[in-house]
């Protein structure tokens, strides 16, 4: 038997954002019976991502988005650019990293590594909300 919700971040402007916290809250309700299970997380958004990575030294979210931000200039003479300069540049970046993730379940908590989180990578400069559906299995 499967749990779904749909759910929106707090509103955040570009960078690489710690959101394990914010996400897990939302989440409680859903884990609480799962023994052994999947977690699935995706964005339903173009500008912005999920990834997991290191989630003690901050400078890791930096230096990830200085990273991007050399991988995928917004530089770059850019077609696309209805809504803004950093339109086309959010939704290349965002093909790379990717609209999901998957978790496991242990024993009603998602089982991440001692060293790792939930990032929202988000694109756009100017701050958004994003809506996230979780779906526990």
């Not at 912005?48 to 990575?53: E, F, G, S, V, Y």
């Not at 290349?92 to 024993?107: E, F």
């Not at 939930?118 to 779906?135: C, D, K, N």
Request: negative net charge; charged residues 20%.
């Amino acid at each position: 038997m499967g749990w779904q919700k749909t759910f929106t971040l707090s509103k955040r402007g570009k960078g690489c954002h710690l959101v394990t916290d914010e996400i897990q809250s939302h989440l409680q309700p859903g884990l609480r019976d799962v023994k052994v299970g999947m977690c699935f997380l995706f964005i339903q958004h173009t500008s912005a991502a999920l990834t997991i990575n290191e989630n003690y030294d901050r400078d890791v979210r930096t230096d990830m988005d200085m990273a991007l931000d050399n991988i995928v200039p917004e530089s770059l003479n850019w077609k696309h650019t209805d809504e803004g300069p950093d339109d086309s540049v959010s939704h290349t970046k965002t093909s790379l990293i990717g609209a999901t993730i998957s978790v496991p379940i242990t024993d009603g908590r998602l089982n991440l590594g001692t060293w790792q989180g939930i990032y929202l990578t988000e694109f756009r400069h100017i701050p958004h909300s994003r809506r996230i559906v979780a779906t526990i299995l």
